[in-house]
C-alpha cells in the first residue's frame, strides 16, 4: 500500500513487559513522527526523525520510551516495563519535507493496552 | 504537553445544516491545521492555514486563521452523513512539535 502502515494493530501487554510497535512510513519520506492518543484526547507529540536522526526526542514521557530508525526508513517505538498509564493508541506519521510541515500522513495508530 | 481548547466537545446535527467549530489557545501559532479522524484510523489533513486573518475552503469546508492568531474556527456547509468523525486542530510554532486539541466529536443524523 503506499500509506502508513503500523503493526500491530493491537497489544495486549502485562504491566512491566516490554513492547515494540513498528511503523512503516510511505517509500522515501524524510520525517518521521510518534503521537501518543490517549482516549477521548487529541494526539501527543513524542519524538522525531529526520532520516535516522532522532531531532527531537522531547515529548517521550519517560526513560522507559525509546524510540530508533536506524536506516531512514521503518521506525521503532519501544517501551520497557510496561505501566497502566502507558495504555493509549500510538501514531506514526511521516512527511516528505525535511521540516515538520502540515502534510504529515498518520498511520492508523497501534492500540496498546497495559492490564 | 499544551492543549488546545475545542468547542463543542460535542454535536449532533441534522443532515444538511451547517456546523461550526472552534478552537482556542493561550499561546500563539504560525500556523493552525484543522484534522478529521475516524475510528480507528488516524487523522486525515483537511486545510493548513498559514498565515492570521487567512481564510481557506476544501469544498463544503471553510476554515480561518484568527486574527490574534490564538484561535482559528472550522464550518462544515450542509453536512452529510460522511462528515460524521472528530475533528482536531492542530498549531505549530515554530519547530517540529504540533499540538492538537481536544477533539469535537461530530455526529450527523441523516
Known amino acids: 500500500g503506499a500509506g502508513v502502515s503500523q503493526s500491530p494493530r493491537y497489544k495486549v501487554a502485562k504491566r512491566g513487559q516490554d513492547v515494540a510497535l513498528r511503523c512503516d512510513p510511505i517509500?522515501?519520506?524524510?520525517?518521521l513522527f510518534w503521537y501518543q492518543q490517549a482516549l477521548g484526547q487529541g494526539p501527543e507529540f513524542l519524538t522525531y526523525?529526520?532520516?535516522?536522526?532522532?531531532?527531537?526526542k522531547s515529548g517521550l514521557p519517560s526513560d522507559r520510551f525509546f524510540a530508533e530508525r536506524p536506516e531512514g526508513s521503518v521506525s521503532t517505538l519501544k517501551i520497557q516495563r510496561t505501566q497502566q498509564e502507558d495504555s493509549a493508541v500510538y501514531l506514526c506519521?511521516?512527511?516528505?519535507?525535511?521540516?515538520?510541515?502540515?502534510?504529515?500522513?498518520f498511520g492508523p495508530g497501534t492500540r496498546l493496552l497495559v492490564l | 504537553g499544551q492543549q488546545l481548547n475545542q468547542s463543542p466537545q460535542s454535536m449532533f446535527i441534522q443532515e444538511g445544516e451547517d456546523v461550526s467549530m472552534n478552537c482556542t489557545s493561550s499561546s500563539i501559532f504560525n500556523t493552525w491545521l484543522w484534522y478529521k479522524q475516524d475510528p480507528g484510523e488516524g487523522p486525515v489533513l483537511l486545510i493548513a492555514l498559514y498565515k492570521a486573518g487567512e481564510l481557506t475552503s476544501n469544498g463544503r469546508l471553510t476554515a480561518q486563521f484568527g486574527i490574534t492568531r490564538k484561535d482559528s474556527f472550522l464550518n462544515i456547509s450542509a453536512s452529510i452523513p460522511s462528515d460524521v468523525g472528530i475533528y482536531f486542530c492542530?498549531?505549530?510554532?515554530?519547530?517540529?512539535?504540533?499540538?492538537f486539541g481536544t477533539g469535537t466529536s461530530l455526529t450527523v443524523i441523516p
Open positions: 526523525f529526520q532520516n535516522e536522526a532522532q531531532l527531537d
Open positions: 517509500s522515501g519520506h524524510v520525517s
Open positions: 492542530a498549531g505549530q510554532w515554530t519547530g517540529n512539535q504540533f499540538y
Open positions: 506519521a511521516s512527511s516528505s519535507t525535511r521540516l515538520a510541515g502540515p502534510t504529515q500522513y
